[in-house]
């Protein structure tokens, strides 16, 4: 048992790349999916959504609050599934999520509602310290330097 988790362990990571590709292309594609019905609201759906931030007590300019978040769903999935600005992407995300938790934490939705929220904001979060891997447009680019030295024994 101990030698097929062994070699389970190896083979896989020599796939990381094709891993975190999928990861990307995944959760970045359902933000999109999620944030595109706000982004193309317009200020009407960007207000009704700024107004979640009164419950940190900003109360003003709710449809700016509101279009920012709706950018970050969707500008920030496209962008995170193509592994374009990747590590900034994945903190917009990261504390887009943070405040979404939040919100519904605070307005007492409790942690079934929030639960997602959390989840996603920690994935990207993680995201962050793992960077895009080898097929993104970051690597393509020269932006992705920070090589995984760990496994280069692997590659």
């Known amino acids: 048992m101990k030698k097929l988790l ?3 362990n190896q083979w896989s990571v020599s796939y990381i790349d ?3 590709l999928v990861f990307r292309l995944v959760l970045g594609g359902m933000f999109m999916w999620h944030g ?3 982004i193309a609201g317009g200020v009407e759906k960007w207000a009704a959504l ?3 931030m009164e419950v940190f007590g900003i109360a003003f300019a709710p449809a700016f ?3 920012m978040s709706a950018f970050a769903e969707f500008f920030g999935g496209l962008f995170f599934a193509i592994g374009f600005l990747y590590r900034p992407m994945s903190l917009l995300l990261a504390s887009n999520m943070l405040v979404a938790f939040s919100t519904q934490m605070l307005s007492d939705k409790g942690l079934m509602k929030a639960s997602q929220s959390f989840e996603n904001g920690g994935s990207f979060f993680a995201a962050f310290f793992i960077g895009p891997g080898r097929y993104s447009l970051d690597e393509l680019m020269g932006l992705n330097e920070a090589k995984k030295s760990r496994f280069a024994k692997f590659e």
């Open 6 to 8: 062994i070699w389970l």
């Open 18 to 20: 094709l891993g975190l």
């Open 36 to 38: 595109y019905p706000k």
């Open 50 to 52: 700024g107004k979640s």
């Open 65 to 67: 609050w509101g279009f």
